[in-house]
C-alpha cells in the first residue's frame, strides 16, 4: 500500500511554547518520516518577519528539522498562513521544501482534494480581509523586507497585540468561514473535499457541497493531523488516536 499524505497547519512555532516545539520534533522525526509527503498548510510560526529570521538559532533549527524529514524522501510542501505569509525562497531552500500556492488542488489517491490554510474564506471579517488584501501586496512586502530587522520585529509584536485585542471584540461567527465562501471555492475548483486550518475549530462537516475538513492547531503540546491514504481521509491526535468527532 503507498505510503500516505499527511497535513498540519497551525502550529504556532515560538520559543515561548516549549512544549509544542518537542512535540514537532518528535512528529517530524516519528510519524511524518512514515509518509510520502507533508504539506503544512500555514501558520507554521507564531509569526515570521522576513527569511533573515533564519539568522535567529531558534528558527534555523526548525528549518533543520523540516530539512533532515525531506533528506529521508519525504515529499514537504508549505503554504502560507496569515502568520507566515512571508515565508520565501531562503526558508524553502533552508528547509528542503516546496512553497505552494494557496488554494491548491492535489490527487493523491485519486480523488481531487482542495487545500487552503482557510484565512481567505472568513470574508464575514471585513476588517482582516482589507488588512489581508494590504500585506499580501507584492510592493508592500518588498518595501517591509528592506525594513530594519529590529524594528519589523517590534512593529510585529505590535501588530499581534493589536490583532488579539480586536478578535475579543469580534463575534465568534465572524472570525469562521462562511459557507458561501466555501461553497465558491469548491465549485470553482470542482471538487467535494476542502481541507484548510486557520479557524482552530477541527472538524469534519458534511453538507451539499461536499466535505469540509479542519485541521486542528497545536498548542502546549497538544495538536493533531490529517492522514490521506487509500482507505480515505481520517484525523489523528498526536498520540495517533483518532481525533474527537471526526470519524464514524
Same mark, same amino acid.
Request: with cysteine; proline share 6%.
Given at each position: 500500500?503507498?505510503?500516505?499524505?499527511?497535513? %498540519? !497547519?497551525?502550529?504556532?512555532?515560538?520559543?515561548?511554547?516549549?512544549?509544542? $516545539?518537542?512535540?514537532?520534533?518528535?512528529?517530524?522525526?516519528?510519524?511524518?518520516?512514515?509518509?510520502? #509527503?507533508?504539506? %503544512?498548510?500555514?501558520?507554521?510560526?507564531?509569526?515570521?518577519?522576513?527569511?533573515?529570521?533564519? *539568522?535567529?538559532?531558534?528558527?534555523? +533549527?526548525?528549518?533543520?528539522?523540516?530539512?533532515?524529514?525531506?533528506?529521508? *524522501?519525504?515529499?514537504?510542501?508549505?503554504? +502560507?498562513?496569515?502568520?507566515?505569509?512571508?515565508?520565501?525562497?531562503?526558508?524553502?531552500?533552508?528547509?528542503?521544501?516546496?512553497?505552494?500556492?494557496?488554494?491548491?488542488?492535489?490527487?493523491?489517491?485519486?480523488?481531487?482534494?482542495?487545500?487552503?490554510?482557510?484565512?481567505?474564506?472568513?470574508?464575514?471579517?471585513?476588517?482582516?480581509?482589507?488588512?489581508?488584501?494590504?500585506?499580501?501586496?507584492?510592493?508592500?512586502?518588498?518595501?517591509?523586507?528592506?525594513?530594519?530587522?529590529?524594528?519589523?520585529?517590534?512593529?510585529?509584536?505590535?501588530?499581534?497585540?493589536? !490583532?488579539?485585542?480586536?478578535?475579543?471584540?469580534?463575534?465568534?461567527?465572524?472570525?469562521?468561514?462562511?459557507?458561501?465562501? $466555501?461553497?465558491?471555492?469548491?465549485?470553482?475548483?470542482?471538487?467535494?473535499?476542502?481541507?484548510?486550518?486557520?479557524?482552530?475549530?477541527?472538524?469534519?462537516?458534511?453538507?451539499?457541497?461536499?466535505?469540509?475538513? $479542519?485541521?486542528?492547531?497545536?498548542?502546549?503540546?497538544? *495538536?493533531?493531523?490529517?492522514?490521506?491514504?487509500?482507505?480515505? %481521509? #481520517?484525523?489523528?491526535?498526536?498520540?495517533?488516536?483518532?481525533?474527537?468527532?471526526?470519524?464514524?
Amino acid at each position: 500500500m503507498p505510503d500516505p499524505v499527511l497535513l %498540519i !497547519s497551525d502550529l504556532h512555532l515560538s520559543p515561548a511554547d516549549p512544549a509544542t $516545539v518537542d512535540a514537532f520534533g518528535r512528529f517530524v522525526a516519528g510519524p511524518a518520516r512514515r509518509a510520502q #509527503a507533508l504539506y %503544512i498548510l500555514g501558520d507554521l510560526f507564531e509569526v515570521w518577519i522576513g527569511d533573515d529570521q533564519l *539568522g535567529e538559532p531558534f528558527y534555523a +533549527a526548525r528549518a533543520a528539522e523540516l530539512r533532515a524529514l525531506a533528506a529521508t *524522501g519525504v515529499a514537504v510542501y508549505f503554504m +502560507a498562513g496569515n502568520r507566515d505569509f512571508l515565508c520565501g525562497k531562503r526558508f524553502a531552500h533552508d528547509a528542503g521544501l516546496t512553497l505552494i500556492a494557496d488554494p491548491l488542488a492535489i490527487a493523491p489517491f485519486g480523488d481531487t482534494l482542495l487545500l487552503a490554510h482557510g484565512d481567505a474564506y472568513c470574508t464575514d471579517d471585513v476588517d482582516y480581509q482589507r488588512f489581508r488584501r494590504i500585506v499580501r501586496n507584492p510592493l508592500v512586502q518588498w518595501l517591509w523586507r528592506r525594513l530594519p530587522y529590529r524594528w519589523r520585529n517590534r512593529e510585529a509584536a505590535k501588530l499581534r497585540e493589536k !490583532s488579539t485585542a480586536m478578535n475579543r471584540r469580534k463575534a465568534e461567527a465572524i472570525m469562521d468561514v462562511n459557507d458561501g465562501a $466555501v461553497a465558491t471555492a469548491m465549485r470553482t475548483a470542482g471538487v467535494a473535499t476542502l481541507i484548510h486550518g486557520h479557524t482552530h475549530r477541527p472538524a469534519r462537516h458534511r453538507g451539499t457541497h461536499g466535505t469540509r475538513w $479542519v485541521l486542528p492547531d497545536w498548542h502546549a503540546g497538544e *495538536g493533531g493531523y490529517l492522514r490521506i491514504d487509500a482507505d480515505g %481521509i #481520517a484525523m489523528f491526535t498526536l498520540a495517533d488516536t483518532p481525533f474527537p468527532g471526526t470519524t464514524d
